[in-house]
């Protein structure tokens, strides 16, 4: 380990790349109760040292967090595991979920109509977070448009990874907090993400662009791309 990755957090993407990570993860997320390490490894066909290990990079990336729970009997106490987002929802977030789910399951309209209206929603809510925050930026190039959209999604909470490819921008999405309702209604909040940034790209002003949003290319991955208007592929 060189001196740049000492002491460096373990980032939610890297720590879900692996499929054992996921599967606890998801147990812990099924789960009613916070779980211990050896009924984790019964749930999830591992052992308890790889269950151990796991558990370690998840609660170093914030996904997972941990407590003393009572031993049963001599020794020393037992680690309690829960998600991360289990954890918020007792803290009162578990509403806003809900009615999330509520609204986006009550949009009316067909899945066409429903993209169109929720894209709409979007590039309002784009054009409504830059009101009196002083005159909007302008990128000159491609690349400090795509870095601008990137520190939007950002801001929103999702783990995202800028890269480029000539003059083709991609935004690789990591860990959406929107994902369990987007996972059900993808019609609904990805053509609101997508709203939000053509919003944000036409407001800066930036260089004529396609944008497209691909929803769950991976279980804990969507990606958006920014490529010029027009071209032949």
Known sequence: MD?????????????????????LLDALRAGDEPMDVRQLAAACGLHVTTVRFHLDVLTDAGLVHSRSGRSGGRGRPRRLYTAAGRAAASGGHAGYGLLSALLAAHWAGDADERARRAEEAGWAWGGGRSSGTGPTAVAATRAEAA?????????????????????????????CPFRTVAATYPEVVCSIHLGLLRRV?????????????RPFVEPHLCLAEITPTGRTT
């Open 3 to 23: 001196d740049n990755q000492a002491g460096r957090r373990t980032q939610p993407h890297e720590a879900l790349a692996v499929a054992s990570r996921l599967r």
């Open 201 to 213: 790209l036409a407001d800066m002003d930036a260089p004529p662009s396609d944008v497209t949003l």
């Open 147 to 175: 870095t601008q959209v990137n520190g939007v999604f950002a801001e929103f909470g999702f783990d995202s990874e800028l890269a480029h490819d000539g003059d083709d921008a991609q935004i690789r999405l990591h860990t």
